[in-house]
């Protein structure tokens, strides 16, 4: 079923490559403006995490699609942010294993799991006015919604604050894979307002991004 902006409440959508910031900038901005905070990545994941468990190659599509047929993704909302649970298990402490890390840029070019998560990410926007994070929010999952920001900053410092998470990611890797998958690559929306983070910090990030809303005319 199509579903259009008229559909949903109020959608601002993040996106932008590995450690760029977005997901410290969406939780904070969501905060400001009183939205729920939703992270798509954390989707991706989570279902990564459940093929991983079952031991399922993420090559074998016909294995992926009979597994993610008979699995309960539930989204819930918890403190204001988006909270997955797959069969009734929260994934959350292993949602940036390296397993995971390894696996997810793979498992996310598969078009099910992205028809999966799309529909997850509708259903928040159904009911709530949402901050959305991801790499194809504003170009593919609401491409109607007129509050675009891609996030971006320079390779050296994504890899340094990756570092500094204390997290073993190949976020080169992962971007490379995430640009050149042929469904909803990683894409600046052309209406996006564009903000390099490298040298600014979240705050300064949240209020720019702040600015822009209310130029727009978004009444918070
Ligand atoms: O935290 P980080 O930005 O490194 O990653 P994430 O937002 O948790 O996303 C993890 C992975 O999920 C990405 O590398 C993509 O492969 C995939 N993803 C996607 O394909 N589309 C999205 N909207 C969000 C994430």
Redesign the pocket.
Known sequence: MHSSQRDFHRVVAI??????G??SVARALARRLGFVYV???????AI?WYLLNKDIHTDDTQRVAQALQSAAITCRIQDSESRILVNEIDPEDH??DDRV?ES??H???LLLV?QI?GQKLHEYARSHDVVV?????GSV?FPETPHKFYVDASREVRLRR?AAQGER?A?TL??Q??LS?SV?P?VTAKDAYVIDTSHLTIEKVVCEILVRLKEMGLQT
């Open positions: 996106d932008g490559p590995a450690a760029s977005k997901s992270n798509s990545g954390a989707i991706y994941r990564t949602l940036r890390n997810v840029a498992v996310s070019r992205r998560v994070e991801g790499r194809d929010i999952v990756r990611d976020i992962r971007d894979a995430d998958r909803s990683l």
